[in-house]
């Protein structure tokens, strides 16, 4: 049975509709996405903690719930707004339906709102708090709605300790921010031995790991919040030990502050899985992945996203980043050559330590 539900943003603006999933009054950042696909691994996706997800696309959830494509064991989002979710889904390797699996997991969905007018409020106004409440919005919504603030986002994401992964070589150190299972898996497929740290991991255990590479995650939050001061540190530390780096998303722009950059937020930020980066060595452009809400400051870089100029990629000579996801491969393999570059660097550094 259909109970209603509604949306205060803190504009004031306020939207009915509503509840799948599980009910709840929830506050949060609200961010949209525009995938046509690939709800299973927004959903999963930890880089999204503290938000709440608005899908452009209007049906979700068609194709079910497929575990084996999930990005991490547990939702990333505080809350999910679409205008149709599937309640019938048809796929040979659905394992259910999207509102129950939010139930289950005790994330409350909004639905049947005019999502196309939410996408273009934030799209002219930028990216904005919001509540969702069972009741007719009041001016007590609206102050929580403004007052909310996202706090120790990667420490909420980030492992409680070190997880292993394949048992190749060359050994990589990840430092993790709320990684994306892809990363892991790009690596292992490509022979390594993966050792997942936890983000507030000293420098000198991770060396003592004796990895011949570092990959820095995605996660969320404010890359320069305070909170990360540590992190940025760390990374610094590990730099200056030669062993190449490769930075995703978070990670390229706390290398980049690591590196002496500055980052700053996007008025509604890039998430989905047709963002264009232009390679600025071949002129070649690439779809990509997205997802992050702030942007490194740069003169150009090595990517550059070409719907609005803002840095993408950073290269420092044994160490480089991206902001998109190669992992994900959205077009759909176009830039996973960016993990053989990685393990190139790798061999090359150990034959220089050989030698």
């Known amino acids: 049975m259909s109970q209603k539900a509604y949306l205060i943003l803190e504009n004031g603006r306020a939207f009915e509709g509503e ?17 046509m696909t690939g709800y299973l691994e927004t ?39 679409v205008k149709h979710p599937c309640r019938g889904p048809s796929n040979f390797r659905s394992e259910g339906d999207l509102d129950a ?9 909004l639905c049947g709102l005019d999502t196309r007018e939410l996408t273009r409020i934030i799209r002219e106004n930028g990216v904005m708090n919001g509540k969702i409440t069972s009741s007719p919005p009041t001016d007590a919504d609206l102050a929580e709605a403004k007052a909310y603030s996202i706090q120790g986002a990667v420490a909420a994401v980030s492992a409680r300790a070190v997880v292993k992964a394949g048992n190749g070589s060359p050994r990589v150190a990840l430092m993790d921010f709320g990684v994306k299972r892809g990363m892991v898996d790009a690596l292992v497929a490509r022979g390594c031995e993966v050792w997942s740290f936890p983000h507030d991991t000293p420098a000198r255990e991770i060396m003592r790991a004796e990895p011949g590479g570092v990959m820095l995650s995605n996660g969320p939050g404010d890359p320069a919040d305070p909170e990360n001061a540590g992190i940025i540190e760390t990374i610094r530390v590990l730099a200056q030990s030669g062993r190449p780096i490769f930075g995703i998303c978070l990670g390229h722009q706390l290398l980049a502050l690591a590196k002496g950059y500055s980052t700053r937020k996007l008025k509604f930020g890039h998430r989905g899985a047709n963002q264009p980066v232009k390679d600025m060595s071949t002129g070649r452009v690439y779809i990509t992945s997205q997802n992050h809400g702030y942007a490194v400051v740069a003169d150009g870089g090595s990517f550059v996203n070409v719907n609005d100029g ?19 491969r959205g077009g759909p393999l176009d830039t996973a050559f960016l993990f053989d570059r990685f393990m190139e660097m790798m061999g090359a550094h150990a034959a220089r330590q050989e030698y």
């Open 19 to 35: 509840y799948f999933g599980a009910r709840g009054e929830i506050t949060g950042e609200i961010v949209f996405t525009t995938g």
């Open 310 to 328: 803002t840095c993408e990629g950073l290269d420092y000579g044994d160490s480089f980043s991206v902001q998109f996801h190669p992992e994900a």
């Open 43 to 81: 959903l999963t996706d930890q880089s999204y903690y503290g938000q709440i997800v608005l899908q452009t696309f209007p049906l979700i959830g068609n194709y079910g719930i497929i575990p084996s494509d999930f990005e991490s064991a547990s939702v990333g989002a505080r809350a999910y707004i």
């Open 101 to 109: 699996f939010l139930r289950e997991r005790g994330i409350t969905g």
